[in-house]
């Protein structure tokens, strides 16, 4: 059980860890120097109790989720990150998927006449589809549904796409905005540092290319979210560097909505000798992102790769989005092992799951609008009617 942070305080009797929380508790920005003691010495019960201080303050016992789905045109890629257990070179494209734009509409359609309101689209770097088929891709989409919010590509796809087109990114974003782009994903950012971007995915762009997009992004007015890849080969300095340089950002553009930090799963990929972090570090690491990224509004846990209890257990650690209904039709995460193998939830299991933890299920649009209050909205109500389910 959680305690209250007053009482957190009083029982600490490390006094550098008493000093972190009294600057948390005052409003005050911690240093990197603080967020790698919160890792080194901070417990469960302290880290947990001061994080959800944080997100209460925030957010009170709101918890946000989304009525969304995926496309993923291809899983066939020109990159070879030791950790992904998705994708396939292009050298042998013939063990992927690749979907034409009908088959993508054939999706987008599956969905009409229900409450959806995004479809975020990530996949695979294929050569062959460039900006500009997915430039038609967008506009077809807001052809045939204007007002569904379109979150898409990974700066690792973009970097790709603006090259091969030889746009720089500010020509690209500009263009894909145009299209009906609304918003960009978290994907690919894994871990910045470069000594160990260098050996888990060494020939992708940089994290000084990632920050680049999506600062372009931002200043069109568009926003969107950012991700770390943790519990692999990297070690605490690296994730509270990882987290600075987005922290450093934000405090530039304000344009991030949402922290997510993706737990490393290591079923058939080219790192399966690493062993997967614990659910106590897990929860420790959200809770010190709660801390550290005090200008994003929300932390983000994705349901799927944590599985749904432990995506649970995080509500407690500062987190307050749990992601949306998705579908079934997500490969990325499930064929690298993760605890969701069929990753779909109902309106009515997502609010159950958030029902359970004691907070106050909220279904937010993409850029955190809320659309609905399910907190007084009875079980077999939701049920029973298809445009709250």
């Known amino acids: ?21 009294e600057k948390v508790i005052n409003h005050e920005r911690i240093t990197k120097d603080d967020g790698l003691l919160l890792f080194q010495r901070g417990s469960l019960s302290f880290l947990g109790s ?6 209460e303050r925030m957010h009170g016992n709101k918890t946000y989720f989304n009525r969304n789905f995926h496309i993923e045109p291809t899983n066939v890629c020109v990159f070879t990150c ?17 979907l034409t734009t009908e088959q993508m509409m054939d999706i987008v359609r599956k969905y009409d006449g229900k409450p959806v309101t995004e479809v975020h689209i990530v ?18 989409i807001k052809a045939h549904r204007p007002d569904l919010h379109i979150k898409g590509f990974t700066a690792v796809e973009l970097e790709y796409m603006f090259r091969k087109a030889k746009m ?28 160990i971007r260098e050996q888990i995915a060494g020939d992708k762009v940089d994290a000084d290319g990632w920050l680049a997009i999506h600062a372009a992004a931002h200043r069109l007015g568009m926003h ?5 890849l943790y519990g692999h080969i990297e070690n605490y300095e690296h994730r509270i560097d990882h987290m600075d340089r987005l922290r450093s950002l934000q405090d530039e553009t ?30 420790r690491l959200y809770a010190i992102a709660r801390l550290y990224m005090d200008n994003f509004p929300h932390i983000k846990a994705y349901w799927p790769m944590l599985g749904r209890q432990n995506a649970q257990l995080t509500l407690s650690f500062g987190v307050n989005d749990i992601d949306g209904t998705i579908d079934d039709t997500t490969k990325i995460y499930s064929m ?23 907070r106050q299920p909220i279904e937010r649009g993409t850029l955190y609008n809320e659309i609905r209050d399910y907190s007084e909205i009875d079980l077999k109500e939701i049920e029973a009617n298809p445009l709250l389910n």
Not at 50 to 55: M, S, T, Y
Not at 177 to 183: F, M, N, T
Not at 342 to 354: C, D, E, R, W
Request: contains cysteine; hydrophobic residues 40%.
């Open 1 to 21: 059980m959680i305690k209250k942070v007053e009482t957190i305080l009083a029982e600490v009797k490390d006094n550098e860890l008493k000093r972190i929380a």
């Open 50 to 55: 001061l994080a959800n201080h944080v997100r």
């Open 82 to 98: 030791k950790f992904c257990s998705y994708s396939r070179l292009y050298a042998h494209k013939e063990e992927g998927w690749e």
């Open 123 to 140: 996949g695979g770097v294929h050569p062959k589809l460039t900006v500009h088929f997915f430039a038609d891709l967008l506009k077809k």
């Open 168 to 195: 720089t990114i500010e020509e690209g974003m500009s263009y894909l905005k145009e299209a009906g782009l609304d918003s960009l994903p978290g994907g690919g950012a894994e871990i910045f540092a470069p000594e």
């Open 224 to 228: 969107s979210n950012a991700t770390m």
């Open 254 to 283: 304000k344009g991030f909505n949402t922290f997510i930090p993706l737990k490393f799963r290591n079923h058939d990929n080219e790192m399966s000798h690493v062993p997967e972090s614990t659910i106590i570090e897990d929860l």
């Open 336 to 358: 690298a092992g993760a605890e969701e193998q069929n990753p779909t939830m109902t309106t009515a299991q997502l609010v159950t799951l958030i029902k359970q933890a004691n």
